[in-house]
């Protein structure tokens, strides 16, 4: 067959709607026809390299129905698609390169991580292509795509705690992030309305605290075997995973299921409304501190990653003093088991050590003049990050007391610019959290999530440079039949033009 003969791409490279837009894309005349794809190579032994190669080969068979085989650097990248680590190839872990020429197809990082991101832009076009193509999906363009992420964090926050949500929703989540590059999943394990970690040393915590939630429901919590599972998951798609138990407010869960944790030895009663603030640790007592250490130390067994974050937020019936006198403690012990301490933005009246990652949630902009220049930012609008914000004053779900948040409005920012003052070097990445206080299920989570989440991960990877509202528009179009095969119900909107 001669190569003219070959059925045309959908697209050329350079016209794929990718999310995030990579950093750079240059198409060129080649041809790469499906077909042709016999194997799947890894160069430079890993396990975790083969691991994520074999996935991929799942992924090929279920798009392509073609069987590839698993070959080593002792055979050569003819016919094949090879994964490279190379050392030298860039100073940026996440930085990959893909090369699709008419025989054979490439993916070099300097980290399996970066040949995993890599992979992910792939499969994106594979599927795009599909859907648009049809049954005249048979190959895909030629050209070369060099990419790296603008932010180290680009997260989503998920409460579990007003509403519980099973593994096998997180799972289902969790694949949907990575998709779209984001790689850090923060779970707000505990609230007033439900402790959701099975803490061994405090068994009560769950056995009380875990059992009911917002409008009274049975709740429900993570056994240590569960969150394991969870850790494991999000560790084989790159997603590292934040605990946080909210502290010293936000506690009224623990202090329902433990008398001895508040100032008068009474247990409260347990609270399924959505008020914040009204609850506090008893900062005086010794047993808080043996309490916060048990806690902390079980699940920093069971987190690899780096972070433990301590909330902080919002504990208005905590004296600022006590507050501060609690937190040096806690930190203290944050810093016994190895972690790096997260909180949100309230912990800087305390003595943070300089790692500390504050998590800038307010919805006004003018919070620059508190924060320390050396300290480093997570930012997390709520006027512009909050999931959890309708979309417009018909949305059936959701809050707005930081404003309606539109899809354009949840994209057309820039963390650099969006807080007057504050260095660029401090920002490390932006978080996008869903608050569950009106989210039931899984489809509640699509509809707020998706999709913001979707625009928001393209503010983390892709430079502000590059990004302009309309060009973006149009690629989130060819998202939704995405999502539809996935069974995602997300929310129409129509600012957008959906294919
Ligand atoms: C504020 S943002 C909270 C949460 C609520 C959320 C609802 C933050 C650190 N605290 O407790 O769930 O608003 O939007």
Redesign the pocket.
């Known amino acids: 067959m001669s190569a003219c003969s070959y059925p045309q791409p959908i697209y050329s490279l350079d016209k794929v709607p990718l999310i995030p837009l990579p950093s750079m894309v240059v198409p060129s005349a080649e041809v790469m026809p499906l077909d042709k794809i016999q194997s799947i190579r890894t160069v430079g032994a890993d396990e975790k390299l083969i691991s994520i190669a074999l996935n991929f080969k799942s992924f090929w068979k279920k798009h392509t129905e073609q069987e590839l085989l698993l070959l080593d650097d002792t055979a050569d990248g003819d016919h094949a698609i090879t994964l490279i680590i190379d050392n030298d190839f860039s100073p940026q872990q996440e930085a990959y390169k893909l090369e699709i020429a008419s025989d054979e197809i490439s993916v070099k990082g300097k980290t399996v991580e970066g040949i995993y991101r890599g992979l992910k832009t792939l499969e994106q076009l594979v599927v795009l292509s599909k859907l648009q193509g049809k049954s005249n999906f048979l190959s895909l363009p030629g050209g070369e795509i060099t990419d790296q992420p603008c932010y180290a964090y680009r997260g989503a926050m998920l409460?579990v705690a007003?509403h519980f949500f099973s593994v096998a929703d997180v799972k289902r989540y969790i694949d949907l992030l990575s998709t779209y590059k984001i790689n850090f999943l923060h779970f707000h394990l505990s609230d007033d309305q439900g402790w959701r970690i099975e803490i061994k040393s405090w068994p009560k915590l769950t056995k009380t605290g875990g059992q009911t939630q917002v409008g009274g429901g049975e709740g429900g919590f993570y056994t240590q075997e569960d969150f394991r599972e969870i850790v494991k998951y999000a560790t084989d798609r790159f997603i590292t995973i934040v605990p946080e138990i909210d502290l010293p407010g936000?506690t009224n869960a623990a202090l329902a299921s433990y008398a001895e944790l508040n100032c008068d030895g009474k247990a409260t009663a347990l609270y399924t409304g959505i008020k914040?603030g009204f609850s506090t640790l008893c900062v005086d007592k010794e047993v808080t501190y043996d309490f916060v250490e048990d806690v902390i130390r079980e699940i920093s067994e069971i987190s690899p990653g780096p972070y433990f974050h301590i909330g902080g937020?919002?504990s208005l019936v905590t004296l600022e003093e006590d507050f501060n006198r609690f937190m040096d403690r806690t930190l203290a012990i944050v810093k016994k088991y190895n972690k790096t301490p997260m909180g949100?933005y309230e912990l800087i009246t305390a003595n943070i050590p300089e790692e500390t990652l504050l998590q800038y949630?307010a919805k006004t902009e003018d919070f620059s003049n508190v924060i320390p220049k050396k300290s480093k930012i997570l930012i997390s609008s709520?006027s512009y990050n909050?999931l959890?914000m309708k979309y417009d004053s018909i949305t059936p779900l959701g809050?707005f007391?930081a404003g309606y948040l539109s899809v354009k409005k949840a994209y057309d920012w820039d963390p650099k610019t969006l807080v007057p003052d504050l260095d660029a070097e401090q920002i490390v990445g932006l978080e996008a959290p869903l608050?569950s206080?009106t989210i039931e299920d899984f489809d509640d989570i699509a509809y707020m999530a998706f999709p913001r989440i979707i625009g928001h991960a393209e503010i983390g990877w892709t430079n502000a440079s590059l990004r302009k509202w309309e060009d973006y528009a149009n690629r989130l179009g060819f998202h939704g039949p995405l999502l539809e095969a996935l069974e995602v119900k997300y929310y129409a909107t129509t600012e957008i033009d959906w294919k």
């Open positions: 409460d007003r936000h914040v937020d919002e949100w949630w709520a909050y959890d809050l007391w608050w206080e």
